[in-house]
């Protein structure tokens, strides 16, 4: 079994002025630079031979190359509490077919449609049991949070392990936008 899920990179350059950010909320595990993404589909755990026809069919996705931009921040509710604080990305149609199709390609290779609504974001940082107070002033002060565009023309399929520090990423395969 391999954890997989289909993400949009980030410029480091984009990356460098998220990770100012990256302060006042006591307890955060921030994101290092190089985990800083936008999902496009989580796919989960999946064996061998379905990621192989995964990638298959991901290879068959489509698209001309737009570009997105981050605007805004907020936090993720568990509904156990507070439990990640993340940069949005402005409404974009081409991102959301993007995703779509990611989705269409899980459904066809048998993974169970996604029951969330999809919020594309860049998780900043994982909390566990924050001060709300601290959250709520991190939003505020990151609320106005606007990112000059960002060329789309490819994604990836990513691993994720869990290591004692949090998650790392591999890039698996990249599919270019043409």
Known sequence: MI???????????????LQTRQTGIDGARWRPLEALHVTLRFFGDVREDVARDLDA??????????????????????????????AGVAENAELRRL?????????????????????????????????????????????????????????GVYASFQTHDGSRYRLEAEYPLT
């Open 57 to 86: 069919e991901l290879i068959g996705v489509s698209g001309q190359p737009f570009a997105i931009e981050l605007a805004g921040a907020g936090a993720f509710d568990n509904g156990q509490g507070l439990d990640a604080v993340w």
């Open 99 to 155: 995703a779509g199709a990611c989705e269409s390609a899980a459904r066809r290779v048998g993974l169970k449609p996604e029951a969330r609504n999809y919020k594309p974001h860049v998780t900043l940082a994982y909390l566990r049991h924050p001060d709300p107070a601290q959250v709520a002033a991190w939003i505020q002060g990151n609320n106005l949070l606007k990112s000059p565009p960002i060329a789309v023309d490819r994604f």
């Open 3 to 17: 954890r997989l899920f289909a993400a949009l990179s980030i410029p480091p350059e984009i990356g460098q002025g």
